[in-house]
């Protein structure tokens, strides 16, 4: 079955840290991967996203994502962390099943950072 | 660019009643919204897709019903959440895709039902 996996619920980072953020999806092909971030009150933000091509992403907010599809993992990655980017990440993908670009998203990640 | 608006962001309503809310692109026509709903610190859970001009369509599980969608232009799509009841609680989210295949959100809208 197609399913979308972020094992971490909460991972707390100090300013300044790297940071990664883990998504594993299960598919038989390669699906179109997204990265989304939502802020209390905020819709939520299109950070980067993937369908082919060079597998390293770059996207705004100095955020980056590798799809590696050995590992069916889209992880998204940012060298130094700011306070600011303390909010809920969410990964999603469109599993290409011929229906408008429906998303499947992870459970969420909360991320907190210290000063 | 690329911006959608929710109104209202927050409602409470009585258990009986209807409540609508809308759900616009701001700055650019949308052939396809669609409808989410999120549970507290949970994901979002796809609940339609709405396309212009023709009838929704629904997840399974959702009741076609009770969330009423529709989609009579470019830029507004509307749910109607009919005889609300507590259980219907909720914070439901719309995004509207882009022919670049992203899909923008809105911001929400809190559900409550008393």
């Known amino acids: 079955a197609q399913s979308v996996t972020q094992p971490d619920i909460h991972i707390t980072v100090s300013e300044g840290a790297s940071l990664e953020l883990r998504c594993n999806y299960s598919?038989?092909?390669?699906?179109?991967l997204f990265w989304y971030v939502q802020s209390p009150g905020q819709g939520l933000q299109l950070l980067l996203k993937?369908?082919?091509?060079?597998?390293l992403v770059q996207g705004i907010k100095g955020f980056e994502a590798e799809f590696k599809r050995s590992q069916s993992s889209f992880n998204l990655r940012k060298p130094s962390v700011h306070w600011s980017d303390a909010a809920e990440y969410f990964c999603a993908v469109d599993f290409n099943t011929g229906t408008a670009s429906k998303l499947t998203f992870g459970t969420g990640t909360r991320l907190q950072v210290t000063l | 660019g690329a911006v959608v608006s929710q109104h209202p962001s927050r409602v409470i309503c009585k258990s009986g009643t209807s409540v609508k809310i809308e759900c616009r692109s701001l700055?650019?026509?949308?052939?396809?919204m669609f409808w989410y709903r999120q549970f507290p610190k949970q994901s979002l859970m796809l609940m339609a897709t709405s396309n212009e001009g023709s009838k929704a369509t629904y997840e399974q599980g959702v009741e076609k019903d009770k969330f009423l969608i529709n989609h009579a232009s470019l830029t507004l799509s509307t749910l109607t959440v009919t005889s609300a009841h507590p259980e219907d609680s909720s914070f439901y989210i719309c995004?509207?895709?882009?022919?670049?295949?992203?899909?923008?959100f809105g911001p929400g809208t809190r559900l409550t039902v008393t």
């Open positions: 993937y369908f082919s091509g060079d597998t």
């Open positions: 598919y038989g092909a390669t699906p179109y």
């Open positions: 995004s509207a895709m882009l022919p670049i295949y992203e899909q923008y």
């Open positions: 700055d650019f026509q949308a052939t396809t």
